[in-house]
């Protein structure tokens, strides 16, 4: 197990190796990022079941969450922080330790399955001519996209990538 501020996210779900800016406002959340600064450790982000919860405690998170390093921080003039945030891997949460002045979750690291069979080959192709016929016929996705999808070899890190560039929720 290891302990990590806690990051509650709002309507936002981060997964491993995506890259993303993030508005910190709240007075916990920003103390949690302050003090993982500080401290040069990550943050475990957890997105909330429902995102108007205030101050979440443990039953207002989904089961999962991304350790996340910060990259950059800015602070705000009314308080709040701009962050740049990079998953790093995936956290299953098995506690909160402690809510105050910010949480600090207990997670443990999910192992990502590793699976060459055929039958992951033949959906990652799948997955792959798909995605080239949705940069094709989108005006918002570039063909660095689909080139980027063509380089990622591991299933699960695929799978991320096309969930974050839809939008999506975890998988």
Do not use: C, W
Request: charged fraction near 25%; hydrophobic fraction near 40%.
């Amino acid at each position: 197990l290891v302990e990590y501020p806690l990051l509650p996210l709002r309507d936002t779900v981060m997964f491993p190796h995506m890259v993303t800016p993030l508005l910190v406002a709240r007075p916990r959340s920003v103390k949690a990022v302050e003090a993982a600064v500080a401290a040069g450790v990550p943050v475990v982000g957890v997105t909330q079941r429902n995102g108007e919860v205030e101050e979440p405690n443990f039953v207002d998170l989904y089961t999962h969450g991304t350790e996340i390093e910060i990259q950059r921080m800015l602070r705000m003039p009314d308080g709040s922080l701009s962050i740049l945030g990079q998953g790093r891997r995936r956290v299953r949460l098995i506690r909160l330790s402690q809510l105050e002045p910010y949480g600090v979750a207990q997670a443990q690291p999910v192992a990502e399955p590793s699976d060459d069979s055929l039958t992951s080959k033949a959906l990652r192709r799948a997955v792959l001519a798909l995605f080239e016929k949705a940069v094709q016929l989108s005006r918002n996705l570039s063909t660095d996209a689909y080139v980027a999808a063509l380089n990622v070899e591991e299933p699960g890190r695929l799978a991320d990538l096309e969930e974050h560039r839809r939008g999506g929720g975890s998988r």
